[in-house]
């Protein structure tokens, strides 16, 4: 037990005593209870403590979000109404006189000595940006750029690690007002043009390789054959990591390497586009469960003001603080990292593997630069714990305030793992959001105990409910969560979707006015929640967002293979990916076959879309106008009830799946 809270006190019944309960008086050095007083004083209220706030933040979004943007200082300009259409969603309009810029607001005044940004490429690169050469690798970029013909509302798409540069490449993209869009290196070929291809990138970023788990990997081959059929690029950049970048180059259309590309021009005072509240700023990917990957439009302002909330109110954070989230640039949490720089904090970048060149490595950083914030996914910490790594034991994490993990539930035992092991007087939070807010609709409380298994409370301004089939509010019991008020991140839009038709689908089609997230959560005694999983058809094996789609483009480019279904199978505190497939009259599915199916898998689409199991079935069900039913197979698979079998052609398929004992090892 440190000096700031209490731990250890582990209880599995359903009215366990909390693992941590933060002290008083850290809770009266937080920002929030900073914030409380503020509020107080200057709406005459008389909040006491989390839960109040949270009720009069969606009592009254306006004042609530105004406050957001004076917490954070933000730059720009703000008159007119605060929320306009407040009880439409879709439609509801947050600050639509304002104009803002959002890189402007992470590059606003610094020490130029001060530290911006620290990178680990395992253990095979190490380096540190200080502010006044971030800011002047932005200014050549952002002439750079311009010089390419990007302007506001063009496109800048980025295959990249989680680099120094691929932040300054963002920063100087939206300096522009340009819009800016990334995924990881370890794609394939397809999966890269299933998401640059839509969006019609003017420029084009990407590495010449990466490392992973010690070794180099090159990309050279994914980029000649991806970058042909990128027309609308007129420029290819390549970020030097392994020394091959004039190489790679080379060989492209239009290729030019970072340092050609930025030579003609030397650092000079940045200047920013000042573009409305809604202008785009990201364009992120679904998950393609159906089809190509919907390209989800964040705007500045919302994504900006949601970031400064979640990091200095729900972590806690403080300028000088550093901030470390173990992501690729492929994942949410990317974007949510890097807008730390708007609060003043150093970021901490990470790329490769966790566990690369051991066990210890990430926690060797965390140790070396005092991380204040130690973001990960569920599945890493259940890693360290079946392994037996104690960090706490052998490292220095007197710095370390909060762990944060999402990606997937955290196990229960994983909470308990982390006092533990990690650090007896932490803050854990458990966060759950996604790709279609760029942030967390359920998150941490700083203020508040710490319960096993739970996440803490509703994000401040979401107005978070859990409903039943039928469209009423539960507690005690499983059901969709919703959001029945507007919030300033909701998307502004998915490209290529004029009329809003696939926006309006994916998340108020259910509930009309009411964004259904499409996961399972249930609410507890405490006032928290816990997340069962995706309601839909999305894949989530170690926290990776999975589209099944992605999988059945390459499975089904196997002759032998006629069709597939994937599901996820819940397995060992996750998500594994199940792979069945029919094939035609006279195949096998023997080794050879197996091997060759998760080769394509692994090198068409990326290694994570991989199968843990890929069984033959003779049939695979589907509805009455002919599509395949991942949800039915996933009931069966897990013993569930399959609803509306009177929709399926075939139901007498679905016990194919049923009791497969491949299935249970």
Avoid at 55 to 73: K, Q, R, T, V, Y
Avoid at 589 to 602: G, H, S, V, Y
Avoid at 644 to 652: D, I, R, W, Y
Wanted: aromatic share 8%; with cysteine.
């Amino acid at each position: 037990m440190g000096a700031d809270g209490n731990a250890g006190m582990v209880q599995d019944s359903a009215g366990s005593a909390p693992l941590w309960t933060p002290s008083p008086e850290r809770v009266a050095r937080t920002q929030i209870a900073a914030f409380l007083a503020r509020v107080n004083a200057r709406h005459g209220t008389a909040l006491t403590d989390y839960r109040g706030l949270h009720a009069w933040s969606i009592a009254h979004p306006d004042a609530f979000w105004e406050e957001i943007w004076d917490l954070g200082g933000v730059i720009g300009s703000r008159s007119g109404p605060s929320l306009v259409d407040g009880d439409r969603m879709p439609g509801a309009r947050f600050f639509p006189e304002a104009r803002l810029n959002y890189a402007e607001n992470l590059l606003r005044p610094r020490e130029r000595d001060s530290v911006a940004l620290v990178f680990r490429g395992e253990d095979k690169v190490e380096r540190q940006l200080r502010f006044g050469e971030l800011s002047d690798l932005v200014s050549r970029l952002q002439q750079a750029l311009r010089a390419a013909g990007v302007g506001v509302g063009d496109r800048v798409a980025a295959t990249l690690p989680n680099l120094p540069e691929t932040i300054a490449v963002m920063l100087a993209a939206s300096s522009l007002g340009a819009v800016f869009s990334s995924c990881s290196p370890d794609f394939g070929e397809r999966g890269i043009l299933d998401r640059f291809g839509q969006i019609e990138p003017k420029v084009y970023v990407a590495c010449d390789g990466y490392w992973y788990n010690g070794k180099p990997v090159s990309i050279a081959e994914k980029l000649k054959g991806a970058v042909p059929q990128l027309p609308s690029v007129t420029a290819t950049v390549i970020v030097p990591y392994l020394g091959q970048a004039e190489e790679v180059a080379g060989a492209l259309p239009n290729g030019v390497t970072l340092d050609a590309f930025i030579a003609p021009f030397a650092p000079a005072p940045l200047s920013f586009e000042r573009l409305p509240f809604n202008h785009p700023l990201f364009i992120l990917f679904s998950s393609g469960t159906t089809g190509a990957p919907k390209c989800i439009v964040h705007g500045a302002g919302g994504t900006l003001l949601q970031h400064i909330k979640e990091h200095r109110l729900q972590c806690d954070l403080a300028p000088g603080d550093r901030l470390f989230y173990f992501t690729t640039c492929g994942w949410m949490m990317w974007n949510w990292l890097v807008s730390g720089l708007a609060s003043d904090l150093t970021l901490c970048l990470y790329d490769g593997s966790p566990f690369a060149p051991n066990a210890a490595v990430l926690w060797d950083y965390a140790e070396t630069e005092r991380f204040a914030l130690f973001g990960t996914s569920a599945k890493y910490i259940d890693q360290l714990r079946k392994e037996g790594v104690r960090p706490g034991a052998t490292h220095d994490l007197s710095a370390l305030k909060a762990v944060t993990s999402t990606g997937s539930p955290l196990a229960p035992e994983s909470f308990a793992f982390v006092y533990e092991a990690i650090k007896p007087d932490l803050h854990l939070a458990s966060i759950s959001g996604g790709t279609d807010i760029v942030s967390c609709f359920v998150l941490g409380d700083p203020t508040a105990p710490v319960y096993k298994g739970e996440i803490q409370a509703p994000g401040l301004g979401m107005a978070i409910e859990v409903w039943s089939e039928e469209g009423r509010p539960v507690t005690g019991e499983r059901g969709e969560l919703v959001c029945v008020k507007p919030f300033p991140c909701m998307p502004v839009m998915f490209w290529n979707d004029p009329e809003g038709a696939k926006y309006h689908a994916a998340y108020f089609e259910r509930f009309p006015n009411v964004w259904c997230h499409g996961d399972f959560a249930e609410w507890t005694a405490h006032g928290g929640l816990i997340i069962h999983g995706r309601s839909d058809a999305t894949l989530n094996p170690q926290g990776v967002r999975i589209g099944t789609a992605e999988i059945y483009a390459q499975a089904e480019q196997i002759p032998e293979i006629v069709e597939a279904i994937a599901i996820g199978q819940e397995w060992d505190n996750d998500v594994r990916v199940v792979l069945f497939v029919r094939l035609r009259e006279g195949a096998v599915l023997d080794a050879e076959l197996d091997k060759r199916i998760r080769t394509q898998i692994r090198t068409g689409a990326s290694p994570r879309h991989v199968p843990a199991r890929i069984l033959a079935v003779a049939d695979i069900p589907r509805t009455r106008s002919g599509k395949i039913t991942e949800l039915a197979v996933r009931d069966v698979v897990h013993g569930r009830p399959v609803k509306n079998t009177e929709a399926l052609a075939n139901p007498e398929s679905l016990e194919l799946f049923r009791n497969r004992p491949e299935l249970a090892q």
